[in-house]
């Protein structure tokens, strides 16, 4: 099985949509440069697996999930969760 470096960076920068956070912000928690994530991001580098790893716990994904886009009923779950929580702060907010 070969690691797809553009397919990683997509869920990479998908991941760090969905949670509103910015290439500067992310790297800067990641204690890495924003060119450095903006190239894992493009595919152009893959990170190592410390790296996956911290970037795995701060999205709350699975490695498995992260590297060969691979998602389990938890991770499933819990972005339904994650919908509905956005869904309901949007919702409170119009009130």
């Known amino acids: 099985m ?3 470096a ?8 998908k ?3 969905q949670n509103e956070v910015t290439q500067d912000q992310l790297a800067e928690k990641l204690h ?3 060119n450095t994530l903006y190239r894992i ?3 152009l580098r893959v990170a190592s697996l410390d790296l996956f790893i911290e970037i795995a ?3 709350e994904v699975t490695l498995d999930y992260l590297i060969l886009g691979r998602k389990s009923s938890k991770d499933s779950l819990k972005e339904k969760i994650r919908e509905l929580i956005k869904f309901l702060i949007k919702w ?3 009130l």
């Open 2 to 4: 070969k690691v797809n």
């Open 6 to 13: 553009k397919e990683i960076g997509a869920r990479i920068k």
């Open 15 to 17: 991941l760090r949509n």
């Open 32 to 34: 890495i440069a924003t």
């Open 41 to 43: 991001e493009t595919g």
């Open 57 to 59: 716990d701060y999205f």
């Open 92 to 94: 409170l907010e119009d």
